[in-house]
């Protein structure tokens, strides 16, 4: 494969920095949110994504009869990996996860009635797998949904649901045959959140956000809503989770972590000695260093697997997601070691090394490790899928 970007695409990338450049608006871009800039809903926020909708970012890799432009998925990575170093919004789960899913499973109402929505940045999505008995092992999910006409009554419970309390619609897998084994019987459906059968209960996090338990009380969804075929919900969530374990967990801010860690050390000192000096220190930044790169190359190995076409690549997504999350967690325990004392002040305080952010990512490093499946989960996907070993190894 090819590690290098074409002209075209590095002229892209310029483009997109100068859009950032000019829409600056510390509102909207915070570095120091981690991942959590998706995770807020403020008018600035949206007004931001308009703006991009308008330049035809959002969808522009789908397909020209929905309202894309077909151009390669190495945009849609360059594009997001600019997002998420600036600590901006990315593309999102509608232009990601549901768009696509509803373009290649969904009916023509769905089609037509969010497709457009969603390249214009009209709707915002919360998306319902997780349970309280069925947190990794999502095919373990028993929210139930019988028939009831033309339609399905869901009773049941979600949990770990982000976005669930400003989104307007639920993306909700629920379980409509019992009787099969548990990879199938489950059924994708679309929820207005604003369902009197709804309840939603903040959850705050150790890293400062907020997710959510959502209960189901005789929510009636027609069939209308159904995404795709009955019974076949969970192929459709496994093909969105590869999507969403490697658009969510963007390689950027780890860098940019780093670049601020080695900006540190050139300059601080311990006890009166230059910390560039210590040979602990030393070997600390060339290990993490090193291991930036080869999160930077699994990364690109995605991309490459990814534009050959068919379904995501899921077991170069599960490599990905593993070692990208783990080097996260490294690097932020690693630069709390570096750091000392000062890395404990909070985020924003006066005078705090790195601007406090070490200690709000050490925090937050500990969520990525689980969104999008757990380091246990993707163990057993390349376990499975790539080396061949038996399921009850």
Known sequence: MDFEFSEAEKAFVEEVEKFLDENADPEVMDPTRENMAQLVDTPARRAFMKRMAERGWLGM?????YGGAERSGVYEYLLNECLARRGAPQIGKGVGIIGKTIIRHGNERLKREFLPRILHNEVEFAIGYSEPQAGSDAANMQLRATRDGKGWRLNGQKIFTTSAHFADWYWVAARTDPD?????GIT???VPMKH?????????????EITNQVFFDDVFVSDDYVVGQLNRGFQYVSEA???ERFTMFTLSPIQQRLEELVDHVRSAERDGVPLREDPHVRKTIAQLVTQTEVARVLGLRFVSKALEGGKPPTVEASEYKLYATGLSQRLASATLDVVGAGGQLRVHTADAPLRGRAERTYRYTVIDTIGGGASEIQKNIIARRKLGLPKNF
């Open 61 to 65: 890799t789908w397909p020209k009869e």
């Open 180 to 184: 099969r084994p548990k990879h199938d």
């Open 188 to 190: 994708l459906f679309l």
């Open 196 to 208: 009197p059968g709804l309840t939603i209960q903040p959850m705050p996090t150790i890293g400062d």
């Open 241 to 243: 989770l590869d999507l």
